[in-house]
């Protein structure tokens, strides 16, 4: 079992910058590749950003590329998501799950994830 607790979601305007952490507990943290997912009021939970196990390969959806960060730090047992030039379409509760799938998978079927943190950025 792995255990997930996001934080570091908020308010903020659009064009400002938010960081995300996912703090994990319980199996070794390092052994799991790290993704963040995101749901938007009425809409299905979308793929974001993945992170490999050592932190040397990363994944984007287009939407973001260019503007968020997805890093981790394996000593701290602990995944960001620095988001940057946030716009109001990133409004959304976001999610940091946990698997054994390859970092370019975008599926939702991560085994672990946590409960979620809101971003809301406004006009």
């Known amino acids: 079992q792995v255990q997930l607790v996001e934080s570091g979601g908020g308010l903020v305007q659009a064009g400002g910058s938010l960081r995300l952490s996912c703090a994990a507990s319980g199996r070794t943290f390092s052994a799991y590749t790290m993704r963040w997912f995101r749901r938007a009021p009425g809409k299905e939970r979308e793929f974001v950003a993945a992170?490999?196990?050592?932190?040397?390969?990363?994944y984007y959806a287009d939407s973001v590329k260019g503007r968020f960060t997805i890093s981790r730090d394996n000593a701290k047992s602990t995944v960001y998501l620095q988001m940057d030039d946030l716009k109001p379409e990133d409004t959304a509760v976001y999610y940091c799950?946990?698997?054994?799938?390859?970092?370019?998978?975008?599926?939702?079927?991560?085994?672990?994830w946590g409960q979620g943190t809101q971003v809301t950025v406004s006009i």
């Open positions: 799950a946990a698997d054994l799938f390859n970092v370019g998978n975008t599926s939702p079927g991560s085994p672990y």
């Open positions: 992170c490999s196990t050592k932190g040397t390969s990363t």
